[in-house]
């Protein structure tokens, strides 16, 4: 059974900083992964998708990297702002058509 | 339509009543998937249909839940004998088949 784990649970970094985000996957056989970013009582916005061929994916400020055979995702976020303060939850998808596993969330606060 | 759009937002209902919750996915998609978030927690899968049919309904908690998508858009939860543990925010979302996954906004369930 697919478990999706985020480190760290929590962060707080004052505006400007760079970050990285963690996301480990215990089965490597997945699909692809995708990021998303959720604001208290909202639903989840996607940031970024990775297929499982790829290694890499940038949007703006955002990098999501993914190393299948270590079972791991990272997200880093560059000089980060205010409005970047949101949960971020990964996501692995298990195969075509089959369901998404998400982790439990990394909740970011950036400080002005 | 531009979004998944569900509704209602929110509903509050007491202990034994029967809800129905509804999804309409982005136009043109053909899964779309049912979750539940708690409080400080990831998504947790409930049902995943393909078109018209459930291809996997291994997520729902107990035969009190079903859901239905009869004509391979809209789709609708239907929570029979409501529990207090069966509130929570209940999330849609929409693909193609393989693609990135897009959400609602949720539907907040409180059982008193």
């Known amino acids: 059974k697919q478990e999706v784990t985020q480190i760290p649970a929590a962060l707080s970094v004052p505006e400007g900083e760079n970050l990285v985000l963690n996301c480990s996957f215990t089965?490597?056989?997945?699909?692809?992964l995708q990021w998303f970013r959720q604001d208290p009582g909202k639903g989840l916005t996607s940031l970024l998708l990775?297929?499982?061929?790829?290694r890499e994916q940038t949007s703006g400020r955002l990098n999501a990297s993914l190393d299948k055979s270590s079972g791991r995702s990272t997200l880093y976020i560059a000089a980060s702002q205010p409005g970047d303060s949101a949960t971020y939850l990964c996501?692995?998808?298990?195969?075509?058509?089959?369901?998404?596993?998400f982790g439990p969330g990394t909740r970011l606060s950036v400080l002005p | 339509g531009a979004g998944v759009s569900q509704t209602p937002s929110n509903k509050v209902t007491e202990k034994g009543k029967y809800v129905e919750l509804r999804c309409d996915p982005i136009?043109?998609?053909?899964?779309l998937y049912w979750y539940r978030q708690s409080l400080g927690q990831g998504p947790e899968f409930l049902i995943y249909?393909?078109?018209?049919?459930?291809?996997?309904d291994s997520g729902l908690p107990n035969d009190r839940f079903f859901a239905v998508r009869p004509e391979g858009s809209v789709s609708t939860l239907k929570i029979q004998r409501t529990e207090r543990g069966d509130s929570a925010v209940y999330l849609c979302?929409?693909?193609?088949?393989?693609?990135?996954?897009?959400f609602g906004e949720g539907s907040r369930l409180t059982v008193l």
């Open positions: 979302a929409s693909t193609l088949t393989g693609g990135e996954l897009f």
């Open positions: 089965d490597s056989a997945i699909y692809n």
């Open positions: 990775i297929q499982s061929s790829q």
């Open positions: 996501a692995v998808g298990m195969g075509y058509g089959q369901n998404f596993v």
């Open positions: 136009s043109g998609h053909t899964a």
């Open positions: 249909f393909q078109g018209t049919g459930a291809a996997d």
